[in-house]
């Protein structure tokens, strides 16, 4: 069982990047999926999760509005659309899987991804 991150880079304050979360080896497309990021010295941070389904996203306030989660089960992978980007969207991108429904808790997820830099130069 894998997940792929990919997608990340440098962009610009105002930019935007799209990460997408390749998962392998099983399918998982009654699961929710979810993205997180971890800021140098900073704890693991949820940034959204959409359900199985695909009908219902969450956002952490932080990136409401500018973010948005989607899926496509056929590829069996999930997306981060990031615009308006900001310096302190800094950080690695983590997506995960959740068996158990999704949440904003780390514990939550049972399956995590290598994860992706993106760094937002001022």
């Known amino acids: 069982v894998q997940l792929q991150a990919s997608g990340g880079g440098l962009v610009q304050a105002g930019g935007s990047l799209r990460l997408s979360c390749a998962a392998s080896g099983r399918t998982f497309r009654s699961y929710a999926m979810g993205w997180f990021r971890q800021a140098p010295g900073k704890e693991r941070e949820f940034v959204a999760v959409?359900?199985?389904?695909?009908?219902?996203?969450y956002y952490a306030d932080s990136v409401k509005g500018r973010f948005t989660i989607s899926r496509e089960k056929v590829k069996n992978t999930a997306y981060l659309q990031m615009n308006s980007l900001k310096p302190e969207d800094t950080a690695v991108y983590y997506c995960a899987v959740s068996t158990g429904g999704g949440s904003y808790y780390l514990d939550d997820y049972d399956y995590w991804g290598q994860g992706t830099q993106v760094t937002v130069s001022s």
């Open positions: 959409i359900s199985g389904s695909g009908g219902s996203t």
